[in-house]
């Protein structure tokens, strides 16, 4: 069935009764050419561009849970493409034009909006250093510009402007950067993928991975064993987990990130912003309520809740951005498992196991990649090539080296 304003009509004045299911929900077959772990965004993509683009069959999602459980629908729905190395910035740019064209191509309201974010800089060297990647971007084909202090003012006239410590004195400014409805996003790859035969297997946790001879041969699930050619891994926070089963360490380690959502009010905040002299960020959902995050708790964890100190450490940056924020109530907050990398960059790869293939270390910023994520991973497993926007995110940069450290941190995945 396609979604249309005439569909939506029709229905209207036929009782509503013409609505199918989204998805089929059906059982597991004994084997799949390619199975995808993790119902994630990332593996929902996955699926989605390996039957579209690649025309591949025979494939098959396995979630543990229910799609779209994980951090697809936690996170607070920012996309943009502004960053500087040359590894991550074309693939970046590369996933916001399949933004763009995203709810057409897959025939689902996901809400894209470009709303405008920007990045606050509060000192001489930080508008240096933003302007360093405002140019790395342009260059790289993306949009940004420089506003300064009056610009910015004319934008938000109650921020902290003349904030003893961290003056606002301007912003980087990515217009086509904003927000998606997230869990929007989970449902029209799934939507897309089951059209096209993609097998979407709910509430079935992948407990081995098997192997013959170096080579794959299926996984264990708490639905019984599911035979596979190529096995895709895409399950974000837990990458260890799952990798533990062919004993494979990785660069990644788990924390948990809190989102925050405050009662509804009238409109204030039309874009995203970014405080520079804190960790803090914040948008307004179409609902009016402020969404807004910080840092990431400091201790490892695969819970899916944090602990009161990073509440605090977030209030406090809001409080300092925009003062007035204290007068709102805070109506909820959740958590979810970030896959934090040791340079904060991804890695899509192949691994040593013939047929393995893994996707994950997206730390924060893995929401606003899930379209090249999903398209650069389906890339790998269809032609055994990396896409050209995806040749960095491979696992040997750690040994050879090779980092992808955007904020220059080093090894400090709860730094990045
Ligand atoms: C609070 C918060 C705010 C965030 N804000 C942003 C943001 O504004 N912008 C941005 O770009 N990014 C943001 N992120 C990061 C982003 O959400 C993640 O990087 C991204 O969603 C990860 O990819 P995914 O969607 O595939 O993950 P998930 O949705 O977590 O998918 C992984 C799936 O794998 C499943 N799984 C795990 N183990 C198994 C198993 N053994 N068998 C079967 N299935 C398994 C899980 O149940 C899960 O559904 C945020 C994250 C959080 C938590």
């Not at 902290?160 to 003056?167: E, I, L, Y």
């Not at 904003?178 to 939507?191: C, E, F, L, N, S």
């Not at 990431?296 to 509440?311: K, L």
């Not at 498992?337 to 192949?350: A, C, E, K, Q």
Request: include cysteine; charge should be neutral; proline fraction near 4%.
């Amino acid at each position: 069935m396609r979604y249309s304003g005439f569909r939506v009509i029709a229905e209207a004045l036929t009782g509503h009764k013409g609505w199918k299911p989204a998805w089929r929900d059906p059982e597991p077959q004994a084997s799949y050419d390619y199975v995808i772990i993790g119902g994630g965004g990332h593996g929902l993509a996955t699926a989605y561009y390996l039957a579209k683009e690649f025309k591949q069959a025979r494939i098959a999602v396995l979630e543990k849970g229910y799609l779209g459980g994980g951090n697809v629908g936690r996170n607070t729905t920012i996309i943009r493409s502004n960053y500087l190395l040359d590894g991550n910035e074309p693939f970046y740019e590369f996933s916001l034009k399949l933004w763009e064209g995203l709810e057409q191509d897959f025939n689902y309201n996901a809400m894209v909006s470009q709303r405008g974010i920007i990045n606050l800089y509060h000192t001489d060297a930080q508008r240096d250093a933003y302007t360093r990647r405002g140019n790395a971007m342009i260059l790289h084909g993306a949009d940004a510009e420089l506003l300064n202090r009056d610009q910015v003012r004319a934008m938000y006239p109650f921020l902290n402007f003349d904030n003893a410590r961290f003056p606002i004195k301007g912003a980087l400014m990515q217009r086509r950067g904003g927000t998606v409805r997230h869990d929007a996003v989970a449902w029209g790859y799934a939507r897309g993928a089951d059209q096209r035969g993609v097998d979407l297997i709910q509430n079935c946790e992948v407990t081995g991975i098997r192997t013959d001879n170096g080579r794959v041969t299926g996984v264990d699930t708490t639905r019984g064993f599911i035979g596979a050619k190529k096995v895709g891994v895409a399950v974000a926070g837990n990458s260890s987990r799952v990798m533990s089963h062919v004993n494979m360490r990785l660069p990644i380690e788990s924390h948990v990130l809190q989102a925050f959502v405050s009662e509804g009010l009238k409109p204030l905040i039309d874009g995203v912003m970014t405080y520079g002299a804190g960790h803090f960020y914040v948008s307004q959902s179409d609902k009016g309520g402020l969404v807004f995050g910080g840092d990431i708790d400091g201790y490892n964890s695969y819970a899916q809740r944090g602990n009161m100190p990073v509440v605090e450490d977030v209030a406090e940056g809001g409080m300092s951005l925009m003062p007035m924020i204290g007068r709102a109530r805070l109506l909820r907050s959740w958590g979810g498992i970030m896959d934090m990398s040791m340079d904060g960059s991804p890695i899509i790869d192949r691994t040593d196991i013939d047929g393995l293939y893994f996707n994950g270390g997206w730390c924060y910023g893995g929401f606003k990649a899930t379209p090249a994520s999903g398209w650069c991973f389906a890339h790998l497993l269809a032609t055994d090539t990396p896409h050209p926007t995806a040749t960095a995110y491979r696992f040997d940069r750690f040994r050879k080296g090779l980092m992808i450290d955007e904020k220059g941190q080093g090894a400090q995945p709860n730094l990045h």
